[in-house]
T-cell receptor
Framework: AQSVTQPDIHITVSEGASLELRCNYS??????LFWYVQSPGQGLQLLLK??????LVQGIKGFEAEFKRSQSSFNLRKPSVHWSDAAEYFC??????????????FGTGTQLKVEL | KAGVTQTPRYLIKTRGQQVTLSCSPI?????VSWYQQTPGQGLQFLFE?????QRNKGNFPGRFSGRQFSNSRSEMNVSTLELGDSALYLC?????WGQGREQYFGPGTRLTVT
């Protein structure tokens, strides 16, 4: 079945440590790929997106993501995590493969906790 | 530029009632999408509008409806509320309707059905 999967429900890292959040998709071709972040009581903020081209995408707040076609993955990374990065992170897919228009299909999210 | 605004932010309704939620997109944005977020089902697409026309619809019962006005503002309505409709309802706006355009989300309306 077509889906987007975030295997890690919770991740805890120490402040200053590196971070990698996993995202895998299962579609017949490469959809448009997005990462969003949601802080408690807030809406979703777009961190970065991949449509085509360079497989390493830079986003806001020091985040980057790497698209790997062979692994159907779009993992989010940050070299050094700050306490303010504690939030829930959602991988999402869009485009014609997911129904077209601007519709997004979201993963189940990864809750990031940062230890001081 | 002001972001997406949603009103009200919090709402408590009784089972069987109906509710209307409002969304004002970013100035100049003409496409509005709605999502439901619950702990059990996660983020699910409800519908999206562009130029006052529904362009896409998710897998929700007919009790969920929406519309878009000529100024791009959008409303969604849920009739005959059920306990399971308790959720955070998020609105997102985009410049236009098309393939995977960037969407900007509002803070959401927290609906509690008792």
């Amino acid at each position: 079945a077509q889906s987007v999967t975030q295997p890690d429900i919770h991740i805890t890292v120490s402040e200053g440590a590196s971070l990698e959040l996993r995202c895998n998709y299962s579609y017949g071709a490469t959809p448009y790929l997005f990462w969003y972040v949601q802080s408690p009581g807030q809406g979703l903020q777009l961190l970065l997106k991949y449509f085509s081209g360079d497989t390493l995408v830079q986003g806001i707040k020091g985040f980057e993501a790497e698209f790997k076609r062979s692994q159907s993955s779009f993992n989010l990374r940050k070299p050094s995590v700050h306490w303010s990065d504690a939030a829930e992170y959602f991988c999402a897919v869009g485009g014609i493969l997911t129904g077209g228009g601007n519709k997004l299909t979201f993963g189940t999210g990864t809750q990031l906790k940062v230890e001081l | 530029k002001a972001g997406v605004t949603q009103t009200p932010r919090y709402l408590i309704k009784t089972r069987g009632q109906q509710v209307t939620l409002s969304c004002s997109p970013i100035s100049g944005h003409r496409s509005v999408s709605w999502y439901q977020q619950t702990p059990g089902q996660g983020l699910q697409f409800l519908f999206e509008y562009f130029s006052e026309t529904q362009r896409n619809k998710g897998n929700f019962p007919g009790r969920f409806s929406g519309r878009q006005f000529s100024n791009s503002r959008s409303e969604m309505n849920v009739s005959t509320l059920e306990l399971g409709d308790s959720a955070l309802y998020l609105c997102a706006s985009s410049l236009a309707w098309g393939q995977g355009r960037e969407q900007y989300f509002g803070p959401g309306t927290r609906l509690t059905v008792t």
